[in-house]
């Protein structure tokens, strides 16, 4: 297969108007050509099904409707078989970009190939820094990021790499999967997302997968608007479901305290 131009992909589940706003940003301010970008709707329990092809209308969209939600990897694995792009974008539906990111990111990796993943540095609406390249997941580190009040702050500071200077490209072992740039042939090779994870910590499975080909980088010169909404983890079903998550991952990759 020959692997040309660019692919994106994002999986909605609920909430079409943040999805086509997220997708018709990218549409706009990308000029890699070929494009492909990819709205997959996860069996949204709302009419996002009816309504995404009214709102987004490109020629370089394209949408698909999966018959069951099979959750964050298994969504974005539904265009594994389709790719026959050189980089592959995994994006969230609450994204927001204002200029050729996508564009900048591909030309930085095609002058690095050693690197086989890589994000921007992501913003909340408001212009506060997001703290998103993380060191491998660890216990306290994670427990850092749940408990109230930041009573294990310092542990939270090392494990979201804030001891490090992020204004320079830096090498991470953690990659957010809200925004990320992926070689397909690597994407392709290592299967995808592991769709054991229905959702949490696939994203640093994914990374660890990434590692065993190149280096995965944060590139804070190329910058993008994330919503970030997060799931309280006190709701009973989703602090179940991460941890259910987190065990499967130090089941794969080795248990890590701090």
Known sequence: MQDTGVSASIVVYGGWQEAAAAANSVLEHTAARPFTLYLIDNASPDDSAQRLPEAVQDEHARLLFLPRNKGFGGGHNAVLGRLDSRYHFVLNPDILVTGDVLGGICAWMDEHPDVVMATPQLYFPDGRLQHLPRRRPNLMGLLARQLPGGLLHTFNEHYTMQDEDLTQVQDIQFCTGSFFCIR?????????????????????????????????????????VHAWHRTPAHRGSHFWMQLKSMGRYFAKWGFAFR
């Open 184 to 224: 397909t042939e690597v994407f392709r090779r290592m299967g995808g997302f592991d769709e054991g994870y229905f959702m949490y910590v696939e994203d640093a499975d994914i990374t660890q997968k990434a590692l065993q080909y190149g280096r995965v980088c944060l590139l804070p010169q190329f910058k993008a």
